[in-house]
């Protein structure tokens, strides 16, 4: 090797030579905001969707009667009727909460919930949907509100000065510990 060759001072990076514009050392995000806003809006409009499907019919839903034996079908005995109503509120009001972006860890937790729910009540179905037994769907709804859990609802929300959009891990885990016993308590108490 050569005196000429110090490879200690070549650029290790396409990105070696870009100047910094400032003095200010807060990490650049880019899309994030808008990229969480757009995982916000599909994911509450989908599930809030589902909710006013579940409570009132709409959208070609089956209303409370209809859920409450479509959740016997998947092999909820007890209390049907009163799962149907906790399910569609919060599938209603955590949607809601999650496009706004309030309360989000604990809206994404409401959410997360009821897709743990559906993934255990289809999971005998297989993976992919095929005539409604697939839980492809609802575990790709649990793994958006999942993120949520953690990432928080971004700067485009109405959570802009909470103390858990700072620091969205400590309140994140506690609603995942909050979605996880929800969950279990509904599959325990009502199969």
């Known amino acids: 090797m050569s005196s000429g060759d110090d490879f200690s001072q070549q650029p290790t990076s396409l990105l070696s030579d870009v100047e910094d514009d ?15 806003l ?9 599930m809030g969707a589902h909710g006013l499907q579940h409570l009132f019919g709409l959208f070609g839903g089956p209303g409370i009667g209809g859920f ?10 007890k209390q049907t009727t009163l799962l149907s109503w906790i399910t ?3 599938e209603v009001g955590g949607g809601v909460l999650v496009i706004v972006g309030l309360f989000t860890p604990l809206a994404a937790a409401a959410l997360l919930g009821v897709a ?3 993934v255990y009540a289809k999971f005998h179905g297989g993976f992919f949907e095929g005539q409604g037994q697939g839980f492809e769907f609802e575990l790709l709804l649990g793994a958006s509100a999942l993120s949520l859990l953690f990432t ?8 802009r000065n909470t103390p858990w959009r700072k620091r969205p891990l400590p309140l994140g885990l506690v609603s995942l510990l909050l979605a996880a016993a929800a969950a279990v308590v509904v599959i325990v108490l009502t199969r």
């Open 38 to 46: 757009i995982l916000r809006v599909a994911l509450g409009a989908t």
């Open 68 to 77: 409450a034996r479509m959740l016997e079908t998947f092999g909820y005995h």
């Open 88 to 90: 569609g509120i919060a």
């Open 116 to 118: 743990a729910n559906a």
């Open 152 to 159: 928080g609802s971004g700067p485009i929300s109405l959570e």
């Open 22 to 36: 400032g003095p200010d050392d807060t990490p650049r995000q880019g899309g994030l905001g808008l990229g969480l």
